[in-house]
Structure formats: structure tokens, C-alpha cells
DNA sequence: CTGACTGCAAAATCTTTGCAAAGAC
DNA sequence: GTCTTTGCAAAGATTTTGCAGTCAG
């Protein structure tokens, strides 16, 4: 995984480069989803600093427009969930897909090297020239499914 | 491709064991989907369903409550856009997954037997129960492309 | 008849925008 | 100083809900 102090230089960086200003806030919501890998809801980083920083006051608005400028930077990816939003995450990780249980809604990371072969053999056959992919499975984990036991045998 | 009047009797059968009932709202958007193959928002299902047939009032409420409906009844299929809101289709095609141009939004399917069962191998591996998975291909299709060609030739 | 369904409008979510004040360079 | 960013609140956009009337079975 990349270095923090590394990753700040880049986004300095990026900022720089596009005529931007590099703030507090910004620095916060990168460092936020640097520390705590995961999939975080706008409002939920929000929160989270709120709590951590409660001597700041960072509006929501800036979550979004940080979390629109990060993604459109690279350095955070994005994940939908319907009509409910989308879920942010650190960027500059390899490239995975993910798994998401339908019960407790946790979102387990995986890479395989034949669906990423498979996928560019796709798009070239019709042309299309890929930028991006998701891929999601959806289901039940491991442990939802063991609750599930559980509960029936009680 | 499943011929509608089969369908139209499936569709009787699932509203009939749910006790549900089966009005002209629920058949039209049936219907519509069934027709028109092609990814459609539950606004734009409104706006068609109101040009086509005017002397009806149908409430987007309806169509969402119906489209919802369908879903769970595995009629129709949904696609997530970000914040922006799902796309339902018809859903009782053969699985496919999508190829969607960022540029115009066209949609394109496509079946691949290698990802398929490449999917169920990463969810046995980790005993993650897979009940359903959706896969987006997202880059620009060649007819933009060739737009930007002749754009910059111009 | 009874209970589900509908349309409407209001409410609830989630996200974006306008604006004056504050901050980065 | 200049120009961007911020927080707030208001506005937008999309989806859901409450309710009284309507309709299917």
C-alpha cells in the first residue's frame, strides 16, 4: 500500500496542478478514507469527522464536492447501491471487485486475473474502448449464512 | 424470447399467489418493458406510458410501487446509475451483463460463459453464497468514438 | 363486500447550488 | 489582494408514504 506522506504529495500535487487550493478539509476526508479502508457513504465520513475532529465544522456539501473532486483525481473509487447512493473508497488501491452480502451488507474485496483478461477480451471484439469496469456479486457471506443456520436449528 | 402471452399469464399466476391483484397499471408497465427492450427509468416508463396511452392516468408512485414489485417477483431486472437513480429492463431474458458508453449512455449486453463461471468459482472459494451478480463495462462505444475522431479532424 | 391498488400531494432522502464569509497562495 | 473554498441553508432531484376514493376478486 502506498505511503501516506507519499499519497499527500500526489494529491498536493493534483491540486496544484489544476489551479485548486489545498485545505483542511480536503486533506481530512483523504487521511479519513486512507486510515479506514472500507466503503464509506458521503454522510458517514461526515459523521465519522465530526466526531473525530469536533472542533471542526465541515459541512456536507464539502464531503460531496471533495469526495466529486477526489474521484474525478483518482484517488477515491466509488461503488452504487441503487437508488440509495453511492459508497466511497480509497483510490489508489489495485484494481478489485467486490463481493456484497445482502443481509449484513458488508463488502469483502477480490481480484481475479481471468475476469479482468476476460473483460478486455470483450470490449476489444466490439470495439468498445473500456475505461472502467465493476463488478459486483451479490449474496449471502459466509457468516450471514451460518446465522441463518442458527437461528433455524434454535 | 418468451412470448407475451405466456408471460402475461406468469405474471397472473405470481400477482394471483401473492394475492395481489392484477390491474391495468401493473399490465401496461409489464407491458411497456416487455416491448420496448431497453433499459428505461422509472420516470421516462411514465412519460411513455402517458404519451401512449392518454385517456389513462397513471402515477409515477404506481410505477414505482410496480416496478419494485416486479422486481421481487424477478420479472424485471434493475441497473444502478451512481446517485442517479436504476434503470429497469425486462428481466426474464437470459442472464447478460452490461457494456454502458459514458459518452451517449447507450447500453449494450453481452453474455460471456467464461465470466459466469468464473464468478461462481470466486464465491465457492470463499463459501459466499451467490444469489445474483451484475457486471459493467464502462468506456466509450465505437460510435463516439468515431465522433471524437471526426471532431478533431474538422 | 373486503381488502388491495391508485393518484395525488406531502414527506423523506440524497445531492447540489447560491451566497457571504473565510482561507489559501 | 485575488480567487477558491467553506458552511449554511435553500433548492433540486428522486423515491417513498399517507390517505381517501376506486377497483378487482
Known amino acids: 500500500m502506498i505511503d501516506y506522506d507519499v499519497l499527500l504529495e500526489q494529491f498536493k500535487l493534483i491540486i496544484k496542478e489544476s ?5 483542511k478539509q480536503r486533506e481530512l ?31 456536507i456539501a464539502t464531503v460531496y464536492r471533495t469526495l466529486t473532486l477526489l474521484e474525478d483525481a483518482g484517488l ?14 480509497f483510490g489508489l488501491k489495485k484494481h478489485h471487485d467486490h463481493l456484497v452480502c445482502k443481509q449484513c451488507g458488508i463488502i469483502t474485496e477480490f481480484y481475479d486475473e481471468v475476469i479482468e483478461k476476460q473483460q ?11 475505461t472502467d469496469h465493476t463488478m459486483k456479486i ?10 441463518t443456520l442458527t437461528r433455524n436449528n434454535s
Open 120 to 130: 478486455h477480451e470483450i470490449a476489444n471484439k466490439i470495439n468498445f474502448k473500456m
Open 76 to 89: 477515491v473509487t466509488s461503488i452504487s447501491f441503487g437508488a440509495q447512493g453511492k459508497k466511497y473508497e
Open 29 to 59: 476526508i483523504v487521511k479519513y478514507l486512507y486510515d479506514n479502508h472500507g466503503h464509506f457513504t458521503p454522510e458517514e465520513i461526515n459523521d465519522a469527522l465530526k466526531i473525530t475532529y469536533p472542533d471542526m465544522t465541515i459541512g
Open 138 to 147: 451479490i449474496g449471502v457471506c459466509q457468516s450471514c449464512q451460518n446465522l
Open 19 to 23: 489551479g485548486l487550493k489545498y485545505t
